[in-house]
């Protein structure tokens, strides 16, 4: 036996429950000196005495580490009682371990359980009394009527020292989640994260199992869920006797809480658990919004010149294992004339142009940013060959210079940069790909330097730094 699971343990229930263990074991192992050294009784009915004083005492320590006692073992204990008086054939002595015996036990099972063993083991009692010491019967019914009120009360003090702990319980399982939520800004981790927390809350609960369902799916799922609800739509009746407790803040709706059984004193705690889980839906979509806002510029919705750096970051690692990274700096030509002449909402409608085409022309590891004014950037991460770069940038080049469609401007022809009612955006683009660079700056350098060779040398062109550091230009598009 593990000993150390028999040391006192911190909580005020579960120390009540070790000190009447020791107290109810140390009373069974008394029975054995009486029966066996001092008895008078028949020697079988000694030894039943003892068998039955020992074996009970080896059920109250196993049992009292499972933290349960079944009921059925109910008229065991009481036989066990039966045969102890029998073989002590000491009334004094029986009515001592009567009281032992309703102390303890009184600690563990519902009211029901309690009351039904208490009547066997009074019952058993005077049994033992009648069978031994006739004349004694009477004396011990004068002294035994305590008995039913010490039952009473130490099952009023365990259910008022569970409900104390289960309270407790939950209150570390709102503090632990609290924590966590603080820190998780994932939707569908937050949905678990309250699945989970419902199947602690509901913890000695039948039926304690708990999923979130959004768009009556089960998102997330906890506990032994019954089947029928994983493979298909969630019905509203399907919570039973359980409750369905909504996730909602003042302008949106989550999805729900489904429970499997909630109890009458559960029911505020999941309450509660419900509205934690909300909270903390929104705080993570707030901080989503933050965390876009940051990284992103507001205007086009691409990369800012931070979250541009930051991947161009983990695209020269991987470029350090052989995997071709290459950067486009696109600056567009006469945009300070369309503004001048048209406006800045002409302006900004012709960067989201520009943006939207650069998002169509790239492929998904590849990222594209506004680095500030008409300057943009792309990266193109884990090309099948460095060479690559150039043609990707030429598509870009052909795609971006495609008139823009502005109903605001003007039927006549306008001056550069638009005609009739169409804005027509020129760009240069410069082209470096990684050779060896040292860090981030030295390859955006390349990719500058490379970009203003193609606007040196005119409108609508590329030009790009060969392995040599040597700047080459593509041929120039005409629009």
């Known amino acids: 036996m593990n000993l150390r699971r028999l040391a006192p343990p911190k909580q005020l229930g579960g120390r009540i429950r070790w000190l009447f263990v020791i107290f109810g074991v140390f009373n069974l192992v008394t029975v054995l ?31 009292y580490r499972l933290g349960t006692f079944p009921a059925w073992m109910i008229p065991f204990e009481a036989l066990a009682l039966l045969a102890i008086g029998l073989g002590m054939r000491d009334w004094v002595a029986t009515l001592g371990l009567l009281f032992v015996f309703v102390s303890f036990r009184g600690l563990y099972g519902t009211w029901r359980h309690v009351l039904a063993f208490t009547v066997l083991v009074f019952a058993a009692a005077v049994a033992g009394v009648a069978l031994t010491e006739p004349s004694h019967v009477a004396q011990f019914l004068q002294q035994a009527p305590g008995v039913p009120p010490l039952a009473l009360f130490t099952a009023a003090v365990a259910e008022s020292t569970r409900r104390q702990e289960r309270a407790a319980a939950r209150e570390r399982v709102f503090a632990r989640l609290g924590s966590t939520l603080a820190t998780t800004q994932d939707r569908e981790t937050i949905l678990r994260l309250s699945a989970e927390a419902a199947v602690e809350l509901l913890d000695g609960i039948p039926g304690g199992w708990a999923v979130t369902v959004v768009d009556d799916l089960v998102v997330t799922a906890a506990g032994p869920v019954p089947v029928e609800l994983l493979t298909g739509p969630v019905p509203p009746a399907a919570e039973g006797g359980g409750v369905r407790i909504p996730l909602r803040s003042d302008k949106q709706h989550f999805g729900d809480l489904l429970v499997g059984n909630g109890s009458a004193e559960v029911r ?69 004339q369309v503004n001048d002449t048209h406006g800045h909402a002409a302006g900004d409608q012709l960067l989201v142009a520009v943006a939207q085409r650069l998002r169509d022309g790239i492929r998904g590891a590849d990222t594209a940013a506004r680095l500030g004014g008409d300057e943009f950037a792309v990266v193109l991460d884990g090309m099948d060959a460095a060479g690559d770069a150039v043609n990707v940038a030429g598509r870009l080049l052909a795609a971006i210079q495609e008139p823009v469609p502005n109903a605001a401007l003007g039927p006549a022809p306008g001056p550069a940069g638009t005609t009739g009612t169409a804005l027509l955006p020129q760009a240069s683009i410069g082209v470096a790909g990684w050779r060896g660079h040292a860090g981030i700056d030295e390859l955006l350098h390349d990719a500058d330097v490379a970009m203003y060779a193609a606007k040196t040398a005119g409108k609508g062109r590329v030009a790009h730094l060969d392995e040599t550091g040597t700047v080459r230009l593509a041929a120039a598009l005409t629009s």
């Open 268 to 336: 505020p705690s999941l309450a509660t658990l419900a509205a934690q889980t909300s909270l903390g839906l929104v705080n993570a979509e707030h901080a989503a919004d933050l965390h876009y806002q940051a990284f992103h510029d507001n205007l086009t919705g691409l990369a800012n010149r931070s979250l541009l750096r930051e991947h161009l970051g983990h695209a020269l690692a991987r470029a350090r294992h052989g995997s071709p990274v290459a950067v486009l700096l696109i600056d567009l030509d006469g945009f300070k």
């Open 33 to 63: 000196p009486r029966v066996l050294g001092h008895g008078t009784g028949p020697v079988t009915a000694r030894v039943a005495a003892a068998v039955a004083a020992v074996a009970l005492a080896g059920w109250w320590l196993r049992q």
